[in-house]
């Protein structure tokens, strides 16, 4: 029975991951830590909750104390690091709580990590999800590698650069057993109604504008979450230890022509006529330091791993409109209270 310690799995990522782990390894004790902060929320993981091999642990990882106590108690084999503040545009106007979290609470685990395993590492493995945002930014050409050189340009990509900085120190001065993955933008079930696909998917059910930030010809690279997990499974298992794996889409993607696209797939799927969705687009106010373009080589994990997405865009974003059509319940609790504040501030 091995025990794993699996982070921010109420969130959108991580309850993926979750299900994914608590369902296929039944050997695995699996822990789900997560603060529940605005972006977590049990409703996502609810089908698995009653399961045997999981437990779900409510606390803070910027809490040191409580992290140390944690890792002494349960003698963890894992980590799976996901609890992250990951929204762009928050960490322009909060970029302190990014600190704290994403680096601090990710030096805290490790500390805890390397604390418990002390020097044995045999079977031992922390694993920390990452970003292609630490990357920067592209022009036209060209694609991230694994060597490609950091140079993040957002609070959020500064904070997820410097976890990977330090979960990569831990490895090399201390020998911590680490594996890195950076992955593109994904998109699918339980994303919160902050960042575009859900967000312009709750806007068109409601009629409300679509508010594309500048020309609208930034470019991403989308993955389907559960691609992602199914990615981090095999990492987990068989990625090498000290090393990073690039994960993305194949899918590159110039905000317009996908936010386009979405209001195609929409329109058909409320039964509204074809171009009605596409009124809602209204272009605003640019992202301070938008980054350009974000596309991924992902061919080490492709050849070394044998992974690679296992749905079109096409499909994987019809399976996430039905799914928030199907859970309009989903939206409207995660959208009262506080959520209408954030959106007032955003876009107002
Ligand atoms: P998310 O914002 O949906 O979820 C984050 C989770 O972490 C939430 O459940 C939240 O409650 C929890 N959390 C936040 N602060 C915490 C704290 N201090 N202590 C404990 N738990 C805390 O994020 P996501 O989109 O699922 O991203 C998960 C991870 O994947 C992040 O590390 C992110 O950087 C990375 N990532 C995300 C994407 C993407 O497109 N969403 C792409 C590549 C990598
Ligand atoms: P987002 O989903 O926030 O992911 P990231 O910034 O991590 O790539 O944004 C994806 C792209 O969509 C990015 O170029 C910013 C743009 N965008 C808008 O045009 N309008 C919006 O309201 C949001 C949230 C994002």
Not at 173 to 181: A, R, S
Not at 262 to 283: H, P, W
């Amino acid at each position: 029975m091995k025990k794993i310690l699996i982070t921010g799995g109420a969130g959108f990522i991580g309850s993926h991951v979750v299900r994914r782990f608590v369902t296929k390894y039944p050997n695995y004790q699996i822990f789900n830590l997560d603060a529940l902060t605005y972006a977590g929320n049990l409703e996502n993981i609810a089908d698995i909750d009653k399961s045997p091999n999981y437990t779900f642990v409510k606390g803070d990882i910027v809490d040191a104390d409580f992290i140390t106590d944690l890792f002494q108690k349960h003698q963890f084999d894992g980590v799976l690091h996901l609890a992250a503040e990951s929204h762009v545009d928050r960490s322009i106007t909060d970029p302190l709580a990014f600190v704290k979290t994403n680096v601090i609470g990710t030096m805290n685990l490790l500390n805890a990590a390397k604390m418990i395993w002390a020097n044995n590492f045999e079977g031992k493995r922390f694993y920390h999800i990452s970003t292609d945002e630490v990357y920067g930014s592209l022009g036209a050409e060209g694609l991230f590698t694994e060597t490609t050189p950091y140079d993040p340009n957002s609070p959020y990509s500064a904070s997820k650069a410097s976890s990977d900085h330090f979960v990569r120190a831990y490895g090399e001065t201390y020998g911590l057993p680490y594996v890195i993955t950076n992955c593109s933008n994904n998109y699918g079930p339980n994303h919160f109604p902050e960042k575009l696909v859900p967000l312009f998917i709750h806007n068109i059910i409601n009629n409300k504008p679509l508010p594309v930030y500048g020309d609208g010809k930034y470019t991403r690279d989308w993955l389907f979450v559960i691609d992602h997990a199914i990615a981090i499974d095999l990492v987990f298992h068989e990625g090498k230890n000290h090393e990073t794996y690039n994960i993305g889409g194949f899918n590159e993607w110039q905000n317009i022509d996908l936010v386009k696209l979405l209001c195609r797939q929409m329109d058909a799927k409320l039964g509204r006529v074809a171009g009605e969705s596409e009124k809602l687009i209204t272009y605003v106010k640019d992202r301070p330091g938008h980054d350009l373009r974000y596309a991924i080589d992902a061919s080490k994990i492709n050849k070394e791993l044998g992974w690679k997405p296992s749905v079109t865009f096409e499909q994987g974003l019809e399976k996430t409109i039905d799914w928030y059509l199907s859970n309009e319940d989903w939206l409207q609790h995660v959208t009262s209270g506080a959520y209408q504040e954030y959106y007032q501030k955003q876009y107002s």
